[in-house]
């Protein structure tokens, strides 16, 4: 079955350490997303991938870093610069094209311990 | 930048009634699309409508439609027939269609049916 997964479902990290969060799909999209959900915040935009070996910053991307060597794969590093990072992130992807569905896995909880 | 403004936190409405969603963004741009979308108590993002900047008439997905009014930049659903299952977190979307299709979301409304 096609789908987006991401990995761990839950994730606890001691502070001062990075963590690589994964997020892989079998759509062959070409779009990939990662947001962070706080309560009250809605979905803040960290990353975004347009191409494989290209990506962009969003809103809120200091304290974390990406990477896209492979279509199918777009890991997120939440690394100790990271002033909060407990939160729940979400991985999507899209199809490009015009008005395309965004498609989205079942996110990680981070948890700083 | 875009951005995505909901102004309603939570709202509630009785089963089988109507209820609608507020909705308002910022752009300089012409084209993009915006987008409704749902995400139950399980946290799967599940879309629910979508619209394009480009077409004056509102998008309808059965119980569910849109009042988009491009000069105002409103984009509210309104949700008829209220049913249980249509508790949960809504999300207004806009994503630009020029260049780099980046996906902007509100701040998110959460909605309660109460039976």
């Known amino acids: 079955d096609g789908g987006i997964t991401q990995s761990p479902k839950y994730l606890f990290r001691k502070e001062g350490q990075n963590v690589t969060l994964s997020c892989e799909q079998n759509?062959?999209?070409?779009?990939m997303y990662w947001y962070r959900q706080d309560p009250g915040q809605g979905l803040r935009l960290i990353y975004y991938?347009?191409?494989?070996?290209?990506?962009q910053k969003g809103d809120i991307a200091e304290g974390y870093s990406v990477s896209r060597e492979k279509k199918e794969s777009f890991p997120l590093t939440v690394t100790s610069a990271q002033k909060n990072p407990t939160a729940f992130y979400l991985c999507?992807?899209?199809?490009?094209?015009?008005?395309?569905?965004?498609?989205f896995g079942q996110g990680t909880r981070l948890t700083v311990v | 930048a875009q951005t995505v403004t909901q102004s309603q936190p939570e709202m509630s409405v009785q089963e089988a009634e109507t209820v609608t969603l507020s909705c308002t963004y910022d752009?300089?741009?012409?084209?993009?699309?915006l987008f409704w979308y749902k995400q139950p108590p399980s946290r799967q993002m599940i879309l629910v409508i979508r619209?394009?900047?480009?077409?004056?008439q509102n998008a309808t997905e059965n119980r569910f439609s849109v009042n988009f009014q491009k000069a105002a930049k409103s984009f509210s659903l309104k949700i008829s027939d209220s049913q249980l299952g249509d508790a949960a977190m809504y999300f207004c979307?806009?994503?630009?269609?020029?260049?780099?299709?980046?996906?902007?979301f509100g701040q998110g409304t959460r909605l309660t049916i109460n039976p």
């Open positions: 991938s347009q191409i494989v070996n290209d990506f």
């Open positions: 999507a992807s899209s199809i490009q094209g015009r008005g395309t569905e965004a498609f």
């Open positions: 759509l062959n999209h070409d779009a």
């Open positions: 979307a806009y994503r630009s269609e020029g260049g780099a299709q980046k996906l902007v």
């Open positions: 619209q394009e900047a480009y077409k004056q």
């Open positions: 752009t300089s741009e012409s084209d993009y699309y």
